[in-house]
């Protein structure tokens, strides 16, 4: 039966290809969740917190310490329960059931956002407003759900055609994602002056909507009839995996070095809004149209690497990406004008997209079919650890030099660099 299925897909091609409704409704869904990460991971909540917390250059640097380790609480999460969820689909099959649960618990969150910032209450907890904590807390718990839902999204993609497929189906649905950007910025235009908190609520609507086509239309492949599934023995499985490590030699070392290079990604998609602001002193309209003009790039980016991946290899491809990253951090940190900040925003555009398309693409093709799902699961593991110790490591360096004002931002991001260059060398150990 998984045979035939993917004989059925492998005879399309390009347009054919990108128009199947399995293609496409998954496709559709990453332009949904691109809508939650960039409104409320990238934009809004850390517009709306730099709202309330800062007010001069020390207090923004505290805004950026609090953004910092709300993603990596959330983060942290993902820690414990990714691996788990890798198991769990090789176990029963399932991933559409934990996509549509995932999705509806980080819409629920989002939409409690908006409820919760639009809420006065006289309440004080930890020094702050109640208002101001539920809505840190609630954004933990989005950004938990809606990570958990994409360890089993970007599984799903193996689903869906050939190892030969794979990284234009890839580069196309990160390219539909990133229009997924453009969509739900349409929210700006309803955002009275300073109250970033009312993103909140119309992005959970657009998240809702453009997640539905998934829902109802995504296929999965139909597999053998699996074994029960435990927290025990999931973790059971994980640690007999870790065991059989010298056999899976290749795999763990792209997993170390996709740790060091999701950390610079995931840091900077986290910090780019208040970096912008504090240091390089754009206004909210300019960088709305930076975001803009990135997300451009990225979409461009993404069927670029799509086709470069497919016909130089997803190995190589990875390098590439690599290195455009490092230029575009190089230039950011040490942009003392706004030219230079709209260069490294384009290039990092290029460099975010094509990282999530050639990543996938590559763990498609180095893991086994039995295991794919538990080294997705791990894969995701590591890219959580690394997003709680690339945020932690941002918001600690701009606590300790504080002081300093924007320099202490700019000693930040230039830490991110030093992790890119180690997750290149990493990878140059991999036997291609």
Request: proline fraction near 2%; charge should be positive.
């Amino acid at each position: 039966m998984m045979a035939e299925q993917l004989n059925k897909r492998s005879s399309k091609k390009g347009i054919a290809l990108y128009l199947s409704l399995p293609v496409l409704s998954w496709a559709i869904y990453d332009a949904a969740n691109t809508i939650f990460s960039s409104n409320i991971n990238t934009i809004f909540f850390p517009l709306y917190l730099q709202e309330m917390v800062g007010s001069d250059e020390m207090r923004n640097q505290l805004a950026s310490t609090f953004i910092s380790y709300a993603n990596a609480v959330a983060s942290l999460l993902l820690v414990i329960f990714s691996p788990l969820f890798g198991v769990m689909m090789d176990r029963t099959g399932k991933k559409k059931k934990y996509i549509i649960l995932f999705t509806l618990f980080a819409v629920g969150c989002t939409a409690g956002m908006g409820i919760s910032a639009s809420s006065h209450f006289s309440t004080m907890i930890l020094s702050m407003p109640l208002s101001l904590f539920l809505v840190i807390l609630l954004f933990v718990l989005a950004k938990f759900f809606y990570h958990s839902s994409l360890v089993f999204y970007d599984n799903s993609i193996s689903d869906l055609g050939t190892k030969e497929q794979i990284p234009v189906i890839s580069g196309f649905g990160v390219a539909v994602g990133y229009l997924g950007t453009l969509i739900g910025l349409v929210v700006y235009l309803f955002v009275e002056d300073g109250k970033f908190h009312q993103a909140f609520l119309p992005t959970a609507l657009l998240f809702f909507l453009f997640s539905l086509p998934l829902f109802f239309f995504m296929q999965e492949t139909q597999a053998e009839k699996r074994n029960s599934f435990s927290l025990i023995s999931g973790y059971k499985d994980i640690c007999e995996t870790f065991r059989q490590i010298k056999t899976y030699r290749e795999i763990f070392l792209f997993m170390i070095a996709y740790f060091f290079l999701n950390d610079a990604i995931a840091t900077t998609v986290a910090m780019m809004a208040v970096y912008a602001k504090a240091v390089v002193g754009f206004n909210t309209d300019q960088f709305i149209l930076l975001y803009l003009v990135s997300t451009v790039s990225s979409i461009i980016g993404s069927f670029l690497f799509g086709h470069i991946a497919k016909y130089k290899g997803s190995y190589l491809s990875v390098k590439y990406v690599g290195v455009l990253l490092i230029m575009a951090l190089v230039i950011a940190t040490f942009a003392f004008s706004e030219s230079l900040f709209w260069i490294a925003g384009s290039m990092f555009g290029v460099a975010l997209g094509s990282m999530w398309v050639t990543t996938r693409a590559y763990i498609v093709e180095i893991t086994p079919d039995e295991k794919r799902g538990q080294f997705f699961g791990l894969f995701a593991f590591s890219g959580k650890v690394s997003s709680v110790i690339g945020p932690f490591l941002y918001g600690t360096v701009t606590l300790l030099f504080a002081d300093l004002g924007a320099l202490a931002s700019r000693l930040a991001l230039g830490s991110l660099i030093v992790l890119t260059i180690i997750g290149l060398y990493v990878h140059s150990l991999i036997r291609e």
